[in-house]
């Protein structure tokens, strides 16, 4: 578990590094505020869950869902304080791409989509790694209380068509390689994050399999 954790904080330390080479950053949107798209939607498993630090709960992930997300870029734009946290039903999403200034964002979210009740938003700027239920519940009733919509069922269903059939892997390092995949297909001005996040998780990949 504590391997899991590592590829997640180099994860994290890729976006810092995106951070430090941007420039002016454009006026932060209101928030609570929605998406403008939902692209790509694709289920997965895992046969080693791994630790989801974008939650104060910490919970051991082994289903979820990977999302690619149409945004107004000036949410993801990569600030050194504190930034909108991106929510997913009632949960906290792990954005694995920066996202500016393609504004499409790859995001890993636990569990599944509920066809019934889906919201998509930008939250209180907040780090997600303080994020607990308690605040994940005044955030979805701010949401509701601003008006951000559902997402649509057929925008669900043309997102998960696009997806394909849900998969299975091993662990968390080989669903951050096909995370890459996405970056490289969605946003693909973040080549250099996608060839790290790959090498970060073949390396970690590589480091397991020696005993």
């Known amino acids: 578990m504590k391997r899991m954790r590592s590829v997640v904080l180099m ?14 950053a ?4 209101s928030t609570p ?11 997965f498993t895992l046969n080693e869950g791994f630790t ?28 050194q304080t504190a ?8 949960q906290t999403a792990m954005r694995l791409n920066v996202g500016y200034p393609s504004g499409h964002v790859v995001a890993l979210v636990p569990g599944g989509l509920q066809q019934n009740d889906m919201r998509i938003w930008f939250g209180t700027p907040r780090l997600p790694e303080a994020v607990t239920a308690g605040i994940i519940a005044e955030e979805r009733a701010l949401a509701i209380q601003r008006g951000i919509p559902y997402l649509r069922p057929d925008a669900m269903h043309a997102a998960l068509q696009r997806g394909g059939a849900a998969f299975s892997v091993q662990n968390v390092q080989a669903l951050l390689l096909e995370a890459a995949n996405l970056v490289l297909r969605y946003a693909p001005d973040e080549g250099e994050l996608a060839k790290n996040l790959a090498s970060q998780a073949q390396g970690a990949d ?6």
């Open 83 to 90: 930034e909108p946290v991106l929510y997913v039903g009632a």
């Open 52 to 79: 989801y630090l974008w939650r104060q709960e910490r919970p051991t992930v082994q289903e979820g869902m990977l999302l690619v997300l149409q945004v107004d870029p000036a949410l993801v734009y990569p600030r």
């Open 11 to 24: 994860l994290l330390l890729s976006l810092a590094g995106a951070a430090g080479a941007a420039g002016a």
């Open 206 to 211: 590589d480091r397991n399999s020696v005993r």
């Open 26 to 29: 454009p006026p932060l949107p």
């Open 33 to 43: 505020a929605g998406i403008q798209g939902l692209l790509y939607a694709r289920a």
